[in-house]
C-alpha cells in the first residue's frame, strides 16, 4: 500500500517596505510626485500642446504607481517574464516622452506661471526618469547570466 501526501502552499503578497528606502523605490517615489505636480500645473493652465504633457504626467503617473506597487509586494520577482528589460524599455521610452513633453511646455511658457512651472517639473522628471534608466539598465545587464565554459586539456 502507498501513501501520497500532497502538501498545498499558499504565498500572500507580503510587502516589502523596505523597498521604499531603496534608490529605485525613492526614484519611484520623485517620480510620482512629480508627474502629480506636472498634472496639476497643465490642469491649471491648459495651452496648444499641453494634451501631451497632460498624457504624458498621466500615463507615467499610473505605470509608475502600478510598478511601485508590484515592487512593494513582491510581484515583479514572481511573475513571469523578463521584468528588468520591460522596465528598462518602459523607463526609456517614458524618459523620450518627458523630454518631448517639457519642450513641448517649454514653447509656451512664456504666457503663464503655471506653464513654467509645468515646464521646470517636466524637465525635473525626464531627468530623474533618465536616472531610474540608469538604474533599469544596471539591474537588466545584472539579470542576464553569462555562462562561460572553459575546457582545457593536460597532455
Do not use: N
Request: aromatic share 14%; charged share 5%.
Amino acid at each position: 500500500m502507498t501513501e501520497t501526501t500532497t502538501q498545498t502552499t499558499t504565498v500572500s503578497p507580503a510587502c516589502q517596505t523596505q523597498y521604499l528606502r531603496s534608490v529605485p523605490g525613492i526614484l519611484k517615489i520623485v517620480e510620482i510626485i512629480l508627474c502629480l505636480i506636472v498634472v496639476i500645473c497643465v490642469a491649471v493652465q491648459g495651452f496648444p500642446g499641453s494634451g501631451w504633457v497632460w498624457f504624458t504626467a498621466i500615463s507615467a503617473f499610473v505605470t509608475t504607481l502600478i510598478l511601485l506597487i508590484f515592487h512593494l509586494v513582491g510581484l515583479v520577482g514572481r511573475l513571469a517574464g523578463p521584468w528588468p528589460l520591460i522596465q528598462f524599455i518602459y523607463y526609456i521610452i517614458i524618459s523620450v516622452f518627458f523630454l518631448i513633453a517639457a519642450i513641448v511646455a517649454a514653447v509656451y511658457a512664456r504666457y503663464h506661471g503655471a506653464i513654467i512651472t509645468a515646464t521646470v517639473f517636466s524637465f525635473g522628471a525626464t531627468i530623474v526618469y533618465a536616472v531610474d534608466t540608469y538604474f533599469q539598465f544596471v539591474d537588466w545587464r545584472s539579470s542576464q547570466s553569462v555562462v562561460v565554459s572553459t575546457t582545457t586539456t593536460s597532455a
